[in-house]
């Protein structure tokens, strides 16, 4: 039996995963023609890094999200597996 605290961590990584693995199919089957609707999706974030230059140091910020719609269904299934988990 899970805690809570380890039943959320599981849950994460279950999304990630998910998240992972859909946009990866999402990728792959760009280039098919009747599958292609899986790759449609929104790109948001940060398009030009954020450059922080302190003289000695100097720090470069950038995050990109690309969410399209086989990650949702990644997303979904990914529930849904720890739930019966």
Do not use: H
Not at 18 to 23: D, F, K, Q, Y
Not at 24 to 46: M, P
């Amino acid at each position: 039996m899970f805690t809570k605290e380890k039943g959320t961590l599981v849950l994460i990584i279950f999304i990630l995963c998910g998240l992972v693995i859909g946009g990866l199919i999402g990728e792959l089957t760009s280039g098919v023609s009747w599958l292609n609707w899986l790759s449609y999706g929104q790109q948001f974030g940060l398009s030009d890094p954020i450059v922080l230059d302190l003289g000695v140091v100097q720090l470069t910020f950038g995050l990109m999200f690309t969410i399209n719609v086989s990650s949702i269904i990644g997303i979904v299934i990914a529930i849904f597996l720890y739930r019966k988990f």
